[in-house]
């Protein structure tokens, strides 16, 4: 039985779902504080098991891995919001270290020695050289980058010492829907551009803000590399089912390799719902890169693992769970 942290996020929802179509005899004990998740996002599945829970409970921890016989673990639980993480540095090294530390302590009390790591490109910093693979040098530029790079680190310390198997996904920019309109993207405050521009286009927002229209790119508008949450979630699956043979630990880089502007994101938005998206230039945010692109040809050769969705699917998802949204 494998146990899921912050399984009722956004992307920890999409992959416990993910599992249980794969796999719809098997159990799944799910931790979450509820803190950013939504139990909404797991109704229905009558084989998966949410405990709201904090990460940093190490007793609790433990006396679920023990009670429920896990023998792998696949760790969402984070806060996530880089702005957030400059602004309280405390919360997110009290959260995304410290506990982190706590379930890994926890886990090797019970000889649960397995793991996927949900990290982060943010890890990388500013690029050197696009796109990114996964020998690009580790700079983080902000607190929620340091977090996970830190969770890394950490997580190469047990391996070594303890003899761990684990893989850290190194996500880029995770988007889009479950094609069910069951579960979608849904945070408070809300600070991803499709969702934002899709909010616009249903009249909920006023304006979508675009920072920066002076970089060094085709139209001057900063190049990101997005990824269907559903894509994410076949990664993890496969990356778990890696681990029975694996020793050491993996790193991987999960995106498409293309790089969409933000430009190029107004307009497949706005084809999609067929609405006008009001929008405003605003002067650039400190450390934006102008261009973050993966090279994920190492999951590709490892995992087997290729995305499935393009950008207008991602966003013909993003805007049929806007259109509906059930929590």
Same mark, same amino acid.
């Given at each position: %039985?494998?146990?899921?942290?912050?399984?009722?996020?956004?992307?920890?929802?999409?992959?416990?779902?993910?599992?249980?179509? #794969?796999?719809? !005899?098997?159990?799944?004990?799910?931790?979450?504080?509820?803190?950013?998740?939504?139990?909404?996002?797991? @109704?229905?599945?009558?084989? $998966?098991?949410?405990?709201?829970?904090?990460?940093? *409970?190490?007793?609790?921890?433990?006396?679920? /891995? !023990?009670?429920?016989?896990?023998?792998?673990?696949?760790?969402?639980?984070?806060?996530?919001?880089?702005?957030?993480?400059?602004?309280?540095?405390?919360?997110?090294?009290?959260?995304?270290?410290?506990?982190?530390?706590?379930?890994?302590?926890?886990?090797?009390? #019970?000889?649960?020695?397995?793991? $996927?790591?949900?990290?982060?490109?943010?890890? =990388?910093?500013?690029?050197?050289?696009?796109?990114?693979? @996964?020998?690009?040098?580790?700079?983080?530029?902000?607190?929620?980058?340091?977090?996970? /790079?830190?969770?890394?680190?950490?997580?190469?310390?047990?391996? *070594?010492?303890?003899?761990?198997?684990?893989?850290?996904?190194?996500?880029?920019?995770?988007?889009?829907?479950?094609?069910?309109? %069951?579960?979608?993207?849904?945070?408070?405050?809300? !600070?991803?551009?499709?969702?934002?521009?899709?909010?616009?286009?249903?009249?909920?927002?006023?304006?979508?803000?675009?920072?920066?229209? *002076?970089?060094?790119?085709?139209?001057?508008? #900063?190049?990101? *590399?997005?990824?269907?949450?559903?894509?994410?979630?076949?990664?993890?699956? /496969?990356?778990?089912?890696?681990?029975?043979?694996?020793?050491?630990?993996?790193?991987?880089?999960?995106?498409?390799? =293309?790089? &969409?502007?933000?430009?190029?994101?107004?307009?497949? #938005?706005?084809?999609?719902?067929?609405?006008?998206?009001?929008?405003?230039?605003?002067?650039?945010?400190?450390?934006?890169?102008?261009?973050?692109?993966?090279?994920?040809?190492? &999951?590709?050769?490892?995992?087997?693992?290729?995305?499935?969705?393009?950008?207008?699917?991602?966003?013909?998802?993003?805007?049929?769970?806007?259109?509906?949204?059930?929590?």
């Amino acid at each position: %039985m494998i146990l899921v942290t912050g399984g009722a996020g956004y992307i920890g929802s999409q992959f416990v779902r993910h599992y249980t179509r #794969c796999r719809p !005899t098997e159990k799944v004990v799910v931790i979450d504080s509820l803190v950013e998740g939504h139990v909404e996002a797991l @109704e229905g599945l009558s084989n $998966v098991h949410l405990e709201q829970m904090d990460i940093g *409970d190490y007793e609790g921890v433990r006396n679920l /891995l !023990t009670k429920h016989s896990i023998d792998a673990v696949v760790h969402f639980a984070a806060f996530c919001y880089v702005g957030e993480s400059q602004e309280n540095p405390g919360k997110y090294y009290q959260n995304n270290v410290s506990g982190s530390i706590n379930l890994f302590r926890a886990m090797e009390d #019970c000889l649960v020695r397995k793991l $996927v790591f949900s990290s982060s490109c943010a890890t =990388y910093g500013l690029p050197l050289s696009v796109p990114i693979n @996964e020998k690009h040098p580790q700079n983080p530029i902000s607190i929620y980058g340091q977090t996970k /790079l830190l969770v890394e680190k950490i997580l190469s310390g047990f391996s *070594d010492a303890c003899d761990w198997s684990f893989t850290a996904l190194r996500y880029f920019n995770a988007a889009g829907a479950d094609r069910s309109g %069951m579960i979608g993207e849904s945070h408070d405050p809300e !600070t991803h551009i499709i969702p934002l521009a899709l909010k616009v286009a249903l009249g909920t927002k006023d304006v979508l803000q675009v920072y920066g229209e *002076d970089y060094d790119t085709p139209d001057g508008t #900063c190049v990101r *590399d997005y990824i269907h949450v559903e894509d994410l979630a076949a990664a993890h699956l /496969l990356a778990l089912e890696k681990l029975s043979t694996q020793k050491g630990g993996q790193f991987l880089n999960l995106g498409t390799a =293309y790089g &969409a502007s933000v430009k190029e994101i107004i307009d497949v #938005c706005e084809q999609v719902s067929g609405r006008k998206i009001n929008h405003v230039f605003a002067p650039r945010r400190s450390g934006d890169p102008p261009v973050l692109v993966a090279d994920a040809s190492k &999951a590709n050769a490892y995992l087997g693992w290729s995305p499935k969705h393009n950008l207008r699917s991602i966003i013909e998802t993003a805007w049929a769970w806007q259109t509906q949204k059930r929590y």
